[in-house]
T-cell receptor, first 113, second 115 residues
């Protein structure tokens, strides 16, 4: 089945450490996105990528970094510069075009301990 | 600027009663509108979309939405609510933001269906 996979489902990080969240899709989608969701809140866009080797900052990119070396993969690194990283992180992908929605992964819950 | 508004943080409904979750939008050009549902600790699941055609769109799990161009609204509806419908619902519009065409999400509405 085609889909989008995020791993791990739960992640614990010590303060001062960088961590990388994985996002892989086999839907042949060109565009991929990372969102942050805080408890009971809406979605905030971190980074997005329309094509391989290209990505743009979203609304809250500070303290995060991404890469897009392959069409299928869009990993997100939460760096030590992110002061409040505890959140639920969602990855999504889509066909580029006006009539298309997003397919979401099941999310990664990151907790700083 | 393109935007989506979900005016209610929470909607409370008794099981078996009809439900409505409201959404209004602002977008230049033709609107492409979507509804998603999120259960706890899960990703967003697609419910339905309006691209063109009939103003009443039917989607998953018995949900439907009515597109109203004059009121710039796309309210989500279900004739008879189930306790299992309790979740967080997001409305979205596809539009230009920051130079790129992408989904713009509302803040979400929490639906609570009581037995």
């Amino acid at each position: 089945d085609g889909g989008i996979t995020q791993s791990p489902k739960y992640l614990f990080r010590k303060e001062g450490q960088n961590v990388t969240l994985s996002c892989e899709q086999n839907l042949n989608h060109d565009a991929m996105y990372w969102y942050r969701q805080d408890p009971g809140q809406g979605l905030r866009l971190i980074y997005y990528s329309q094509i391989v080797n290209d990505f743009q900052k979203g609304d809250i990119a500070e303290g995060y970094s991404v890469s897009r070396e392959k069409k299928e993969s869009f990993p997100l690194t939460v760096t030590s510069a992110q002061k409040n990283p505890t959140a639920f992180y969602l990855c999504a992908s889509s066909v580029t075009g006006t009539g298309y929605g997003y397919t979401f992964g099941s999310g990664t819950r990151l907790t700083v301990v | 600027a393109q935007s989506v508004a979900q005016p209610e943080d929470q909607v409370n409904v008794a099981e078996g009663n009809p439900l409505t979750v409201k959404c209004t939008y602002s977008v230049s050009g033709n609107p492409y509108l979507f509804w998603y549902v999120q259960y706890p600790n899960r990703g967003l699941q697609f419910l339905l979309k309006y691209i063109t055609g009939d103003n009443l769109v039917k989607g998953s799990y018995g949900f439907e939405a009515e597109f109203n161009k004059s009121q710039t609204s796309f309210h989500l509806k279900k004739p008879s609510a189930l306790v299992s419908d309790s979740a967080l619902y997001f409305c979205a519009v596809r539009g230009l933001s920051g130079g790129y065409n992408k989904l713009i999400f509302g803040a979400g509405t929490r639906l609570a269906v009581h037995p």
